[in-house]
């Protein structure tokens, strides 16, 4: 069965649904997007992303094309459509097409292009490597300076990614003057003395909604979360590490730069809040 994806407020079989050479996503990364786990029908932390993308589309004056309600059915129907149980509901817009190229934003009048699709992935809150846990290493963050924005300006955390392949690990921590800023597509985490600490929110990084849900849990079962940066090395000497994202939930992270964090096997307290953010998310899924 061909996918159905959403171009513009139409569904289309993905061989027939294109978006024109002169799109500033495509000639410009000029867009945003949002990536949406899907747990048995359900949408997690839908309201979280919607805020994130009208935001990531202000701060680019980029005018959101639909409402609330609107990427909601969109989101719906593509899971029908598509008879997706398990997976990701991937939805980026971008500034549309000004039928030519220039730097200058083009006049209000030029429509953003809106795409959607799903990913399926049966058994997605199962996934095998949470067992084993992530090997990474550390490489610099060559990325701009507006990590806050979700744009789809993607290509150093790409590089970053091949990288980490080459080097036989799963992903890579960026690292600035010094201090983990995130991973390629998740935010980072240690755990020491039972206390979890994580880089603290500003325009260095992406302002996860996984994270946000996470660290909500985590003060609720009352566990210690102090919000600043950490080295490579410190994380090395920590007890736990691991990561969120809407696709991995909270995975958690065994190695870092050839050295074994604590034990070398997840610990307690990823592991815990894995099961708590995927029990939750279950519960408050739309
Ligand atoms: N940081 C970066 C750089 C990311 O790409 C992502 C995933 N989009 C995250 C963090 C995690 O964000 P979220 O929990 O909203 O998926």
Redesign the pocket.
Known sequence: MSRIVYLNGTYLPEAEASVSVFDRGFLMADGVY??VSVLDGKLI?FE??MV?LKRSLSELQIANPLSDDEYLEAHRALLEKNGIGDGLVYLQVTRGNPGDRDFAYPAADVTPTVVMFTQSKPGLADNPAAKTGWRVIGVEDLRWGR?DI?TVQ?LY?SMAKMEAKARGVDDAWMVEDGRVT??????AYIVKGGTIVTRELSND????????AVLRFAAEAQMKVEERSFTIAEAQEADEAFV????AFVMPVVEIDGAKIGSGAPGPVAARLREIYIEESRKLGV
């Open positions: 949002e990536v932390d979280g992303h994130r990590r979700k993607l955390p995130e991973g390629t597509s998740n935010n990084i992406l302002h996860g909604i996984t994270r946000a969120t994202s809407a696709s």
